[in-house]
């Protein structure tokens, strides 16, 4: 029988993996087709370098949460993944920032450098990707409840009182 | 006698130890302390004026006068605000560390500054990366959405992002060495006697 610990901790953990792993799908099959007084263009992700950051740190991160799942309980690679778990931390926030800031200018756009937003031409594109950052959000957030969680039983022992 | 100076030296290193440790971790606070401000001022005081002429009419030149400032670009806002709380948070534990050695709650100390260090490492990547992706759009541009690049016209306020940037990503490096140092004191902390 698993100890409920346990549970929360893996429910946890798949809860990151689920979302990193939906932030990298919809970020990479986001693309479309627009028209633009008859010049046609695509929209993809590759066409700025902080989604192509967004896609990898994810990546990354899904490949890292997808490993951690199968640590089994007792081990002690569990100290290094409390490391690893702040590092990927550290990874998931950059991306998420990068990511935001250049989807703010293509969806307000930024009249003192003439950059028009691109929202208006381009809305499932624009649909899509705000999924994606959503997931990462909720991915992010789940990380830092599973580092607070990990730093809370590691120093419960400190705070016995005999 | 030879057994009890030796001993002596023994205890002699152990107390110097924590010593050595707490002024190294006392000078890196201070550079990552000054590497944000610097990331702080530097931005925050980044401003470029220029006059260019938009088009002729008959012999006189239209010319229009274009500032670009920090405000306009809301990662460059993020940027200074998670700077300077950064640059706060350093100063507080360098005051803390110096004067406030007895500041205790619960005896948690340690584990809140630890805390603190791993969210202002979290703030000052956010800012620096949202700002570097800016830079980049605004160096390159961006040839998918028409956005045109803007280094070429407003070079020093480019040059002075960018040593804003780089000065943060120093800082962050720094906190980083600060964060892992205060975990590291927090796990070796000496247990208590309870009484």
Sequence with gaps: MIKPKRLLSLLLRFIAFGTTLAAVILMATSHEKGTFFAVSYEAKYTDTPAFKYFVIANAIVTVYGFLVLFLPPGSPIWRLVLALDLVFIMLLISSISAAMAIAQVGKNGNPRAAWLPVCGQVAKFCNQVTGALVAGFIALITYIILLLYSIYNFLNPLFEKA | ?195
């Design chain 2, 1 to 195: 006698m030879g057994l009890q100076n030796e001993e002596k030296l023994e205890l002699g290193c152990s107390s110097s130890q924590p010593r050595s440790k707490k002024w190294v971790l006392l000078t890196v606070r201070v550079l990552a302390f000054l590497a944000t401000a610097t990331a702080t001022l530097v931005m925050a005081l980044n401003k470029e004026t220029k006059t260019l002429v938009v088009a002729m009419v008959g012999s006189t030149p239209i010319k229009v006068t274009l500032t670009a400032k920090f405000q306009h670009t809301p990662a460059f806002v993020f940027f200074v605000i998670a700077n300077g709380m950064a640059s706060f948070h350093n100063l507080m534990m360098i005051m803390v560390e110096l004067f406030g050695q007895k500041l205790d709650y619960k005896g948690l100390r340690l584990a809140m500054i630890a805390i603190l260090d791993m969210t202002t490492v979290a703030l000052i990547s956010g800012g620096a990366s949202a700002a570097t992706f800016m830079a980049e759009v605004g160096k390159n541009g961006n040839s998918h959405a028409r956005w045109n690049k803007i280094c070429d016209k407003f070079e020093t306020f480019c040059d002075r992002g960018g040593v804003a940037i780089i000065a943060s990503s120093a800082g962050l490096i720094l906190m980083l060495i600060i964060t892992a140092m205060s975990i590291f004191k927090l796990l070796n902390k000496p247990k208590s006697v309870s009484s």
